[in-house]
């Protein structure tokens, strides 16, 4: 059998955002124990049970649970995280054990996994939960004020969380410790950081961390990936993100109008789309939408929205929480969906590479969407969403039934 190779757990740290280390933003948290918090030293991670083992099983061809994100994107042909980090790193996307281009890589990693010659060349940083929205599909480890809407519906913390959700972790030594840890990484061999929420662009100490970059030279040649809300936009933010090699601003859109308004509230959605006006000017943008059962039955003018703004489209389907899958809708709508899909493919061939081909990418994108559709519906996780859609119903502006009248057919469950 042939083992596929993942770059990360050798050129990749990753930082949570509850100040622990991890190993990617695709990793099944939930699977897995054994990380490490941030505030103790890098090597306690890189060289830990954690990483140790997960290195063996990659070499020796072992099944692997907590990648498996990464397995279900490429069975339904969509460029998974593990493609597009290989192809960064090594220049090529779908390695395997054996293959040359990481010979090097592996003679350099000990028996028992240990990696002795630590070439971290990219950073994922998750930086905390300081978020100004409160996306239904999201919870309160991305996003504190979720909470305030949780209170509002009598929920817990952990209600739709994937992991369990800490708070114990937000003091300032721990804070300062996480963000000292995560300098002390950028050296010339850093090539790319991609960042994720919470919201970056209201996060200070991720403002001072672009300031050192700067101050220190090395965002000149570093590639900087953020992902936002595109919320509050800065010019003292912007004119930092100016002086890195190439920013990457990844734009999460789930709606378009009401919707977007309604999933990721309190979205201003006439307001975003002028900051979006503004942004594109300067840096390059693609749009992140993450497909799931409020959003996907007008997913339609969401693509047809970004084509307009001639924007490279990641289609990304949600995995957690499972209650919001958009497999769990009914058949009908289902297949209303995929007719609905079926006009956006086209036959052009996607080649992986650093420059995106827009149109084969979201038909890759699409193409896996149309897939996940074929995924047998539950009727428990079909409950469960009626009761987050009728929670919602009470505290948002308006209904979603009124942005999208099909959603009628959960008054029969």
Known sequence: MSKKFCSVPWRELTFSSQNQYSVCCKWDESKSVGLVDSNNSINEHWNGKLMKDLRQKFINGDNIPECAWCWKDEKANKVSARLRRNQHYYGQADIKIGDSV????????????????????????????????????????????ILKDYEKLGWDENYKARRKVKFDVDTKNATHNHWAQIKSLVTDKIVVIRVTGGEPSINPQFVDFLKYCVENNYSQHIDIFIATNLVTMKQDYLDLLKQFRQTTLAVSLDGHGALEEYIR?????????????????????????????????????????VEQNEILHNLEILQYPNNLQARHLPKELKLQTKNLLMKYITDAEYKLDDNYDKLPYRTQCIKAIINSLDHKEDPAMQKQLKNIVLGYDKIRPVKLKQIIPEFKWLDKI
């Open 265 to 305: 509230w309190p979205t201003n959605w006439d307001r975003k789309c002028k900051n979006l006006d503004y942004v594109k000017k300067h840096f390059k943008i693609t749009v992140n939408t993450t497909v799931n059962s409020l959003n996907v039955l007008r997913i339609n003018e969401i693509i047809e929205w």
């Open 102 to 145: 990481i010979a090097d890589t592996l003679k350099n990693t000990e028996t028992d996994g240990s990696y002795k010659a630590p070439d971290i060349q990219g950073l994922f940083i998750s930086v905390g939960d300081k978020c100004q929205l409160r996306c239904i599909h999201c919870s309160p480890a991305y996003s504190r004020s």
